[in-house]
């Protein structure tokens, strides 16, 4: 079983930036990758960006260039800088581990508003 708990969401201005946290916790050894998702009211949830234990990384185009993934040294800690962001980056924004299954957050709210 893996634990994830997120933190960082709130309310920024178009342009702005936030950065989220996801700790996990459990059998975080036999994590394979870690990521964030994101769903926006009325659409399925779509991937942001994940980084695979050996450090790859992979991101939606729409925040290619915007946004960065990062992981701590302890492998149990993911990190989403998020720059320039814009109103369509509004979603609550969830953690997701891979390991035989799917684990998940219980997502923060990021709002992009003026």
């Known amino acids: 079983q893996v634990q994830l708990v997120e933190s960082g969401g709130g309310l920024v201005q178009p342009g702005g930036s936030l950065r989220l946290s996801c700790a996990a916790s459990g059998s975080i050894f036999s994590i394979n990758a870690m990521g964030w998702y994101r769903q926006a009211p009325g659409k399925q949830r779509e991937l942001v960006a994940d980084?695979?234990?050996?450090?790859?990384?992979t991101y939606a185009y729409a925040v290619k260039g915007r946004f960065t993934i990062s992981r701590s040294n302890a492998k149990n800690t993911v990190h989403l800088q998020m720059n320039s962001l814009k109103p369509e980056d509004t979603a609550v924004y969830y953690c997701?581990?891979?390991?035989?299954?799917?684990?998940w957050g219980q997502g923060t709210q990021v709002t992009v508003s003026s």
């Open positions: 997701n581990a891979k390991e035989a299954r799917d684990f």
């Open positions: 980084i695979t234990s050996s450090g790859w990384t």
